[in-house]
């Protein structure tokens, strides 16, 4: 009849405490309390360790934020830095380019000058008597027949171009009348590079005689061109009989 009118059930526990032991009851409300509490601490723990996680992904989220506006930062100094140096740039090849149309202006002109002043003049040479003892690949002369223009130095050799235009060139080579002297030949050079040849190879027990080679050629030169004979048997100069020639002359002016 008891459990019938009280609704409070009692939860009895039996603690001994050596040999004898009280029992010692709880009520169902103090287990629901202490449950409860338990709860709250759990929660709590959950709460603190959610709170935890917010404050990681903020702290990381933040940082990542300073590094992106860092990037940034040294990514627009790059930029910056970058476009001054390329505008340098600019203005250095402009400098330069123009320094460089300037120059040839001024060539062009000299040039021009140059071809003015010789318009209508004539330039003409023809040199014999290879220099003797020279051992050099490239053919000196001593005597000058003509030089109009003076534009062939007897002491190098060499036609230095006073006028742009079409020039003819001859080279004449008479091998030396010599038992010891078995052939002889030179090219015409033009800048340093070979246009023709004459050259002349008697055949053995005929070298006593005396032979003669001829080559010609047609060059267009400009302003400052060199035209010599190079690349000549050595020693030439004792290879060849002084009536040996080398002749050139302007054939018609370019503009």
Not at 210 to 223: E, F, H, M
Request: glycine share 6%.
């Amino acid at each position: 009849m008891l459990l019938k009118y009280y609704s409070v059930v009692i939860l009895c526990l039996s603690v001994v405490n050596g040999e004898h032991g009280e029992p010692k009851c709880f009520s169902r409300f103090d287990y629901d309390e202490k449950m409860l509490m338990k709860l709250l601490r759990f929660e709590d723990k959950v709460q603190k360790f959610e709170d935890f996680i917010k404050e990681v992904k903020a702290r990381e989220e933040k940082e990542k934020e300073e590094r992106s506006r860092s990037f940034a930062a040294e990514l627009e100094k790059y930029k910056q830095e970058n476009a001054e140096e390329v505008e340098r740039q600019k203005i250095v090849t402009s400098e330069m380019l123009e320094s460089v149309a300037n120059s040839k202006m001024k060539f062009e002109n000299v040039h021009k000058q140059i071809n003015e002043k010789m318009k209508g003049k004539v330039v003409a040479f023809t040199v014999t008597s290879p220099k003797a003892g020279a051992t050099s690949p490239s053919l000196t002369f001593t005597t000058v027949i003509t030089n109009e223009g003076n534009a062939f130095d007897t002491s190098t050799g060499k036609f230095t171009c006073p006028v742009s235009g079409l020039y003819y060139f001859s080279l004449h080579i008479i091998k030396k009348r010599s038992s010891s002297v078995d052939y002889a030949g030179c090219y015409i050079i033009l800048n340093g590079s070979s246009k023709v040849q004459a050259h002349t190879d008697p055949q053995s027990g005929a070298d006593y005689g005396s032979y003669g080679v001829s080559t010609s050629v047609y060059l267009k030169l400009k302003v400052g061109d060199v035209v010599m004979l190079d690349g000549c048997s050595r020693p030439i100069a004792d290879r060849v009989d002084p009536r040996t020639s080398f002749s050139g002359h302007l054939e018609q002016e370019v503009y």
